[in-house]
């Protein structure tokens, strides 16, 4: 009966080294996971947007030689906490956007504004 025990034992030993190594494991790659994001966010520039700001809207997919990369500029209507935003295309026709989707739209001095 006592080689039994030592047995049980030993299997409960073997299994709390394995979660040991496991939970050593799951945190070795959120450590990475987190320095990846780190050094990912380090170059991006926040912006904060207001209602009636101009945006442009990068056009998904793989785009043809030549063609505009960007579509706008549109109104922001508002921001949303969850990273969108509501634009408005046209006096009838709104959509919902990802923040990463749009840029700030720049108007340069020499082009006249109507």
């Known amino acids: 009966m006592s080689v ?3 047995i049980i034992y ?3 030993a073997i299994i709390s080294q394995m979660k040991l ?3 050593l494991k799951k945190n070795r790659k959120q450590q990475k996971i987190n320095k990846s994001n780190e050094r990912e966010n380090s170059s991006r520039v926040p912006h ?14 793989i785009l043809r030689k030549l063609t505009i990369p960007r579509a706008g500029p ?14 408005e295309k046209s ?3 709104t959509e919902n956007v990802n923040i990463r989707r749009i840029s700030p739209y720049y108007v340069s001095m020499e082009t006249p504004i109507d």
């Open 4 to 6: 039994k025990l030592r």
């Open 10 to 12: 030993v299997n409960n």
């Open 21 to 23: 190594a496991k939970h």
């Open 48 to 61: 904060q947007y207001s209602p009636n700001d101009l945006i442009t809207l990068k056009k998904p997919g």
């Open 74 to 87: 549109y109104k922001v209507i508002r921001q949303n906490n969850n990273g969108s935003i509501l634009i």
């Open 91 to 93: 006096p009838t026709d």
